[in-house]
């Protein structure tokens, strides 16, 4: 069989095409998400240091709300307190916008563009896939392409679905041009049929999910970094700091800690159990291409330490003394495993797994 013959070459450079449209309308949609944090209001954003720098006055409350001289108190003062999981009860920040009209219109702009060059990007890969009637995760180049296109569209999902994820649009945008980057300089590979091993229906099964995860992954990595940020702020104004600058003014509009952390343990502990069907599913499949379910290949080990890492991770979430940022760490360093599975066994490491490099 002539593989050559087999390739589409109008429609690959189809799918080249509308990969670097969407590069380019991701640019617009990053300028758009820069002048929403930028250019929205500062005004709005105070309520949270207020709420977090409010002097209670708790010597003078009683049960009931009465004084110890019987006098009822009128105004509760406001309490900055934490719960059992070390979490304060703190509001929300505003948004990247602020609340701010001016600023809420660059957001919608920014999300309107983002989900523009979701559409170009992922016709990309669908042509690519065309081009050699194959799933589109053949080789690194197309796994990158394809697993950015899911990160935006688990994005725009939870944007649908009326979750207050706006906040996220910056970094992520950021990320798919830097992964977009990376895949257009370093990784591509030209459209071409895959080796005997890899003609399974489990490419669809097992590298799909894989992608998938990688996606949601990534999600609850961007929320525990942002956690910690917020966590620190919220901690040097619990002590009395005031910290000034554009920082400040990003972090106040950011969603509390305790809401960050929430949104990452909720998509990490939602998408652990089909991380480890994705496991399972590629010993099946290593089963019927190599003859055996496991034989400690580079990334099926650094697959288990993912999976350990995270398993680390909700376990740390369900024992008492490793609540808020003990267990954020750990969160990171499980996705940079996954990190590491994605690129470095890849590209660094020789195994079984190599054909599918660079």
């Known amino acids: 069989m002539n593989l050559a013959a087999a390739t589409n070459e109008s429609l690959a450079e189809m799918s080249n095409v509308l990969i670097y449209s969407s590069m380019a309308v991701y640019t617009l949609a ?41 006098t009822a108190v009128l105004d509760k003062p406001t309490v900055v307190t934490r719960s059992a999981t070390g979490a304060r009860d703190v509001p929300d920040g505003p948004g990247a916008a602020g609340g701010d009209e001016k600023g809420d219109l660059y957001g919608r702009i920014a999300v309107s563009l983002t989900t523009l060059a979701f559409l170009v990007q992922a016709a990309g890969v669908v042509t690519r896939a065309l081009s050699v009637q194959r799933a589109p995760w053949g080789n690194m180049y197309e796994f990158s392409t394809t ?18 994820v706006r906040w996220m ?145 909700l376990h740390a979430r369900a024992t008492a003394g490793w609540k808020g940022r003990k267990a954020a760490y750990v969160a990171l360093i499980a996705f940079a495993c996954w990190l590491f599975n994605y690129y470095g066994v890849n590209m660094f490491v020789n195994s079984l797994h190599s054909y599918a490099g660079v």
């Open 30 to 70: 990053f300028l758009a998400h820069i002048a929403e944090w930028v250019l929205g209001s500062r005004s709005k954003v105070g309520r949270t240091a207020a709420a977090l720098t409010a002097r209670p006055a708790a010597a003078q409350v009683r049960v009931g709300g009465q004084r110890a001289g019987g």
């Open 147 to 164: 697993f950015s296109t899911v990160v935006v569209g688990a994005y725009l999902g939870f944007l649908v679905a009326k979750k207050n």
């Open 169 to 313: 649009g910056l970094p992520l945008v950021t990320t798919v041009l830097l992964d977009l980057g990376i895949a257009t300089t370093w990784l591509y590979t030209e459209s071409d049929q895959l080796v005997p091993a890899l003609h399974s229906y489990w490419l669809w099964i097992h590298v799909s999910t894989a992608i998938f995860c990688g996606a949601v992954f990534y999600l609850g990595a961007v929320a525990t970094l942002l956690y910690l940020f917020r966590d620190s702020y919220e901690n040097k104004l619990a002590g009395g700091g005031t910290p000034n600058g554009f920082a400040r003014s990003v972090l106040e509009r950011l969603p509390a800690a305790a809401s960050l952390d929430k949104f990452a343990y909720r998509v990490n502990a939602a998408i652990f159990p089909l991380w480890t069907f994705t496991i399972i599913a590629g010993a099946i499949w290593a089963g019927d291409a190599w003859g055996r379910y496991w034989g400690w290949d580079a990334k099926e080990v650094w697959s288990f330490i993912t999976w350990v890492a995270y398993a680390a991770y």
